[in-house]
């Protein structure tokens, strides 16, 4: 008994001070965001590697699961004679929710993983070492790059998901079963407002942004010098930043009022 509760007692004070480390490590790559000097060559060399290369399996998605719900909505409206409302029901669920949420997720496996694989392996070559030694930030020089760019091309990546599963839905609904388009497009436009679906939306892809961004560039630079300690760094950032874009979009659901 006395050694699970001193288990517990060190995993919370172990979990206690990552967090600080951290609130830490974010606040000195937002510092050096608004500092000079700004390496705009390398974002922009970030951003193509980290949202331009998830284009086509973000775009591939959202056009799946536009078209999943398309299909899965229809069954379920006509049930009720309700057939009619399929725009809106695919609609509300791709900007409220699916939209941000899973290229969040997306993003985390993909360019997430990749980040702090990248970094785990520059830690684990003393490349890092390296740019100390020769008084070069690696958070300013390495990470605040990646999680900058990993932050501009989430909500980016996020409308384009949307768009690809609203054209899914509509290719289902209206093509394959037989919807009338102009009410599919009449009900799609008049169901979704730009305070509570439009701008919540944005909110939530831009947290999750910054979620995936901080996990990602924490764990790569906190991961082991050695193979097995990337290998922890990878998996760890996915299963991590996966987890918090869910409990945060709770959170951000509740507050923002559904």
């Known amino acids: 008994m ?15 001070f990552e967090l600080g480390g951290i609130a830490v490590f974010g606040g000195r790559m937002v510092y050096q965001t608004f500092s000079p000097p700004w390496r705009l060559r390398r974002l922009v060399d970030e951003i193509y590697t980290t949202g ?13 699961v536009g078209s999943v719900l398309g299909l899965q909505g229809y069954i379920t409206l006509v049930r009720f004679g309700a057939e009619q409302s399929l725009g809106s029901v695919v609609g509300l669920s791709l900007v409220r929710e699916f939209g941000p949420v899973l290229t969040a997720l997306l993003v985390a496996g993909r360019a997430g993983s990749a980040v702090a694989a990248e970094i785990g392996a520059m830690v ?5 070492d390296g740019l100390r030694m020769m008084s070069v930030d690696p958070v300013d020089f390495v990470a605040q790059p990646k999680a900058l760019a990993l932050l501009i091309s989430m ?39 730009f305070r509570d679906e439009v701008v919540g939306s944005v909110l939530k892809s831009v947290v999750f942004g910054a979620l995936v961004a901080l996990i990602s560039t924490w764990r790569g630079f906190t991961s082991a010098p050695n193979s097995a300690g990337v290998s922890r760094a990878t998996t760890g950032a996915v299963v991590q930043a996966s987890v918090a874009t869910l409990v945060f979009d709770y959170i951000i659901t509740a507050l923002w009022g559904g």
């Open 124 to 128: 684990a070559t003393e490349q890092l």
């Open 52 to 64: 331009v290369l998830s284009l086509a399996i973000v775009l591939l998605s959202g056009a799946v």
């Open 2 to 16: 006395l050694a699970l509760i001193r288990h517990t007692g060190w995993r919370t004070v172990s979990n206690v």
């Open 155 to 193: 909500p980016l990546l996020s409308a384009l998901f949307i768009v690809f599963g609203l054209a899914g839905g509509y290719v289902v609904g209206v093509g394959l079963l037989g919807i009338d388009g102009g009410t599919y497009i009449t009900n799609l436009e008049t169901s979704i407002t």
